[in-house]
């Protein structure tokens, strides 16, 4: 956000303030996935692989429940498909079950690197992720 001071002809005191699209963003609230406090979300620490540098869009139903792939190996993304269950891969994570509070369109996290796990939080952002993936 910047502000402005301006002082026009009339000599009364403007005030301006300008937000630009990246404070849009940060002001903007994550979601809250309604299963986390009942799944295992906050229990895996380990992050999957890189599998997008940016979020996906999708329109989700407030009455289902989704499984977020977290190992990053779907080929369905950013749902699972099951394939963490293949064990030759030896994957580690499990899906992120989740629900939402207003069926609607919601940007999913697809680097699965979010601290908001499934929803994108802007950490896809960072150098490493941007790089990691062309
Ligand atoms: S896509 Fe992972 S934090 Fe945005």
Sequence with gaps: MSIILRLNLRSSLM???RFNSKDAASA???PKNLLEDKQTAVLQKENGAI????PFK?????????SWCLCGKSKSQPLCDGMHKNEFLKIK????RFKVEKTGDYWLC???QTSH???CDGTHKQPHIQTAVK
């Excluded at 599998?51 to 940016?54: A, S, T």
């Excluded at 994570?93 to 992120?96: D, G």
Aim: aromatic share 10%.
């Design 93 to 96: 994570q499990r899906p992120i």
């Design 28 to 30: 903007k609230t994550i």
């Design 110 to 112: 697809n680097c699965k």
């Design 51 to 54: 599998f997008d540098k940016r």
């Design 15 to 17: 005030l301006q303030v």
């Design 58 to 66: 999708i329109s989700l139903d407030k009455d289902k429940t989704y």
């Design 117 to 119: 796990r499934p929803f």
